[in-house]
C-alpha cells in the first residue's frame, strides 16, 4: 500500500531551536525531509557512512510536532502584520494540536481571545513591538508599567504587583465613595511597612486608621481639595519608597528601573517636588562610602569645581541609622550623623542625640562623654540640654562600670554586657557635674543627685540585669576630709564655667579615690540645696542614695545645720517623704535590715539640732506602729542596746521615745 502525502509529511524529523534569533528563518521549528526514506526503512540493520561528513545514521523513526507558537506551525500558514486586531488574517485562525496563544502562553483552544474582535490573539507575534507588548502586558500585569524584563520578575515582584492591582481597585471604590461625600469609619490596614507589624501596631500606618469626614473636602470642590489630598499622598508613599530604597538590598538593575519609573510619572504643577525625591543615594556612592569609613569627616567634597553635600531627607536618614545599628556598625553611624545635612533640623538634632549612645556601644566612653556636652556644630545646643533623669543615670552607669544595655534603645530593659574600660572615678565626677551644671532640669531634679550619690558609692562590676553592687567605704581621716572640702569649691566653680578641670593628685589620691569622689559630691549638693532647694520635690532618696556610706550623709546634714531656713526646709522635705512613703519604707526597711535601719536612726537621732532629730524620731514612729510589719524590729532593740543609745544624751524627746521603743520588747 503506497505513503500518503500527509503520512509522509508526520515522518518528516522537527527540530527545535534554542534560541529564535539563531535561526535563519527565524521560526522555533526546522523541518528536515530524509532523502532515501524508503532505502533507510529498508537496511534499517545497516549503517549509512558518510565519509566525507564522517556522519554515522544507525535509526529513523517518525518525529513528533513539540509545542509551538502559533507563528511557527509548519501545519498552518501564517500571515504577518504589525498590529492587526479586528479580525483574523488569512487562516490565522486555524491550528494544530501544539499551537500555542503567543498572548496568553497556553494552547491556543483554550485562549478565550482567539478570534474575539478587537483582541485577535490569533494574528500574534513575535516580530511586532504592538504584540511583544501585549505578551509582556500578559505575563507581567501590572509590572509591565516598570519596564522590567520578564528575567527580572521573580516570585516577590509577582505578589507585588497583585498587591498593587488590589490597591489601585481599592483607591478606585474610595475615590467613588469620596465623590459622593460618604463618611467612612476607622479600620486596621495591613501594614506594608518595614519591618511589617500587625494591624494597629505601626505608628506610621496608624494615621491610616484616623476617620475621614470626605464632604468637609467635598465643599471645597474636587479640584481643591484634590490639590490638599495628593501631596500629604505622595508624602506618604514617597516616605515609604525612600526607606525601602534603603533598607532593601535591590538588584541594581532593578533599582535603577524604579526610581526611573517614577521620575516618568506625570505629576501636577504642584507636586513638581516629589518627582526626584527618590534620587537616594546609593550605599556605594564615593562620598557616602568615604563618610562610613572616616576618610570625610565634613561630609563634603569638591567636584568639577563645585562643593558637594551628603544631604539627605530624614525619612532616607532614619532608615540608614536603623540600618546600620542593625548591623551593630555603631562608629559608622556616627561619622555618618556627624558629617549628613537635612532640612529637617529637629529631627536629625534627635537622631544626633543619640550619638554618645552609639558611642557608648563602641566602647568608647571618654568620646561618649564628651559628645553629650559639645554640639555637632556651632548652632546647635549639646545633647546635655534635652537628658532626662533616666538617661543621665543610663549614662552614669554606663561610664561607671564599661557596660551597655544590648537593646538598640538604651531605654529597654534587658541584660547589659560589657565592651571596654570604664571611666575613672576623677573623669567621672567631672563629667557628671558637668551634666548637671549643663541642664538645669537635671541640676533641680533630686533623682539625679541621688544617681549620682548611688553610682559614686558603687563598684564597677555590674551584673548582667544591669544592677550595681553598693561598696561600703571606709570613713576616711577628718583631715583628709578637711582637705578635700577645701578645694572642692574652687574646683566646682571652675566646672560650673565648663572649663578644664585637673583634680589635685594630693588629694584625689589612687588609695582613697572613691572617698574623695563622694565627698566633692556632697559638697555639690550642699551648693545645690543652699540655692534651689525651694524647687526640690524630695530629699529623702538622696540621703538613701549614700547607702551605708553614713558619714557621707552626715557630713552633709552637719554642713546643712550652718544654715537654719536651709535646714528646716531640708528637714521638712524629709518627713513630708516618709509621711507619703510610709508602705514604701518599710518594705525598703525590711529589705536592708535591722544594721541599716539602726544606723540610719542612730544618724538622725544623734544630731545636734533638735530639727534633725524629728526625722529619727518619726521614723521610730512609723516602725512602732507597724510592727506586725517589722519582724526584725526586736534585732534592732538590740541594736539600740549595744550602740547605748539609752544612755547618749539626746535629749528629753529622743530618750524618751527611744525607751519607749526599747521597753516594748523588754516586755515580751
Not at 107 to 116: D, F, G, P, V
Not at 129 to 144: H, I, P, S, Y
Amino acid at each position: 500500500m503506497g505513503t500518503s502525502k500527509r503520512e509522509e509529511e508526520e515522518q518528516s524529523i522537527i527540530l527545535i531551536s534554542d534560541d529564535e534569533a539563531e535561526s535563519t528563518l527565524g521560526n522555533s521549528v526546522v523541518l528536515v525531509d530524509p532523502l532515501e526514506e524508503s532505502a533507510l526503512e529498508e537496511q534499517k540493520s545497516e549503517e549509512v557512512v558518510d565519509e566525507e561528513c564522517e556522519l554515522v545514521v544507525t535509526f529513523c523513526k517518525q518525529a513528533n510536532v513539540m509545542p509551538h507558537a502559533r507563528y511557527d506551525c509548519t501545519m498552518q500558514p501564517f500571515e504577518r502584520m504589525e498590529c492587526d486586531t479586528c479580525s483574523p488574517l488569512g487562516k490565522n485562525a486555524d491550528i494544530c494540536n501544539q499551537c500555542y496563544c503567543y498572548i496568553c502562553d497556553k494552547l491556543a483552544s483554550e485562549c478565550q481571545n482567539w478570534t474575539t474582535p478587537s483582541l485577535c490573539h490569533c494574528n500574534a507575534h513575535n516580530k511586532s513591538k504592538f504584540w511583544k507588548d501585549q505578551r509582556d502586558f500578559a505575563l507581567a500585569g501590572v509590572l509591565v508599567m516598570f519596564n522590567l524584563e520578564l528575567t527580572d520578575i521573580d516570585a516577590d515582584l509577582r505578589h507585588g504587583g497583585s498587591l498593587l492591582i488590589k490597591f489601585i481597585q481599592e483607591l478606585s471604590m474610595e475615590y467613588n465613595k469620596y465623590l459622593t461625600g460618604e463618611r467612612m469609619s476607622p479600620t486596621q490596614h495591613e501594614c506594608f511597612c518595614l519591618p511589617k507589624l500587625p494591624p494597629g501596631q505601626c505608628n506610621v500606618c496608624r494615621s491610616r486608621n484616623v476617620e475621614v469626614v470626605y464632604k468637609s473636602w467635598q465643599n471645597l470642590g474636587p479640584t481643591a481639595s484634590l490639590k490638599i489630598a495628593v501631596p500629604c499622598l505622595l508624602q506618604r508613599i514617597t516616605t515609604q519608597l525612600q526607606r525601602m530604597l534603603v533598607l532593601c538590598d535591590f538588584p541594581k538593575n532593578l533599582y535603577e528601573k524604579f526610581i526611573h519609573f517614577f521620575q516618568s510619572i506625570s505629576l501636577p504643577c504642584h507636586c513638581f517636588g516629589f518627582s526626584n525625591s527618590l534620587n537616594v543615594v546609593p550605599w556605594d556612592h564615593v562620598l557616602l562610602t568615604t563618610v562610613l569609613k572616616g576618610q570625610n569627616i565634613t561630609g563634603q567634597r569638591t567636584q568639577k569645581g563645585r562643593k558637594v553635600f551628603l544631604w539627605e531627607t530624614l525619612p532616607v536618614i532614619e532608615a540608614r541609622v536603623e540600618k546600620l545599628v542593625d548591623k551593630e556598625n555603631y562608629k559608622e553611624v556616627v561619622r555618618y550623623l556627624r558629617a549628613v545635612k537635612c532640612n529637617d533640623t529637629k529631627g536629625l538634632r534627635d537622631l544626633r542625640d543619640q550619638i554618645p549612645f552609639y558611642l557608648c556601644k563602641s566602647g568608647d566612653f571618654l568620646d561618649a562623654a564628651h559628645a553629650l556636652l559639645f554640639p555637632v556644630n556651632s548652632l546647635a545646643c549639646c545633647t546635655a540640654c534635652r537628658l532626662t533623669p533616666l538617661q543621665f543615670e543610663i549614662y552614669l552607669k554606663m561610664f561607671r562600670t564599661g557596660s551597655v544595655p544590648t537593646k538598640k534603645d538604651m531605654l529597654d530593659s534587658g541584660p547589659w554586657v560589657t565592651v571596654g574600660s570604664p571611666l575613672k572615678d576623677g573623669v567621672l565626677i567631672k563629667q557628671a557635674l558637668k551634666l548637671l551644671y549643663s541642664n538645669m532640669s537635671l541640676y533641680r531634679n533630686p533623682k539625679c543627685w541621688s544617681s549620682l550619690i548611688m553610682i559614686l558609692g558603687s563598684s564597677n562590676l555590674l551584673e548582667k540585669s544591669g544592677h550595681l553592687h553598693p561598696l561600703s567605704l571606709k570613713e576616711p581621716p577628718l583631715e583628709f576630709q578637711k582637705g578635700v572640702l577645701a578645694a572642692s569649691g574652687g574646683l566646682l566653680e571652675e566646672l560650673k564655667a565648663k572649663m578644664n578641670v585637673s583634680l589635685p593628685t594630693a588629694i584625689f589620691s589612687p588609695h582613697l579615690h572613691h572617698e574623695a569622689c563622694l565627698i566633692l559630691a556632697v559638697q555639690a549638693v550642699q551648693q545645690m540645696l543652699f540655692c534651689d532647694l525651694p524647687y526640690l520635690t524630695s530629699f529623702l532618696e538622696i540621703a538613701l542614695a549614700f547607702g551605708n556610706n553614713f558619714w557621707a550623709l552626715r557630713l552633709l546634714l552637719d554642713h546643712l545645720s550652718y544654715e537654719e531656713h536651709i535646714l528646716h526646709g531640708t528637714v521638712n522635705l524629709i518627713l513630708r517623704d516618709l509621711n507619703r512613703q510610709k508602705a514604701t519604707m518599710l518594705k525598703l526597711w525590711q529589705n536592708l535590715g535591722p544594721q541599716y535601719v539602726g544606723e540610719f536612726l542612730c544618724l538622725f537621732l544623734t544630731c545636734r539640732h533638735k530639727k534633725m532629730q524629728s526625722i529619727g524620731l518619726f521614723t521610730l514612729n512609723i516602725i512602732t506602729e507597724n510592727l506586725h510589719m517589722c519582724p526584725w524590729a526586736k534585732h534592732l532593740c538590740n541594736f539600740f542596746h549595744n550602740a547605748g543609745l539609752r544612755h547618749l544624751p539626746l535629749g528629753a524627746t529622743a530618750h524618751h521615745e527611744v525607751s519607749k521603743f526599747i521597753n516594748i520588747f523588754e516586755k515580751l
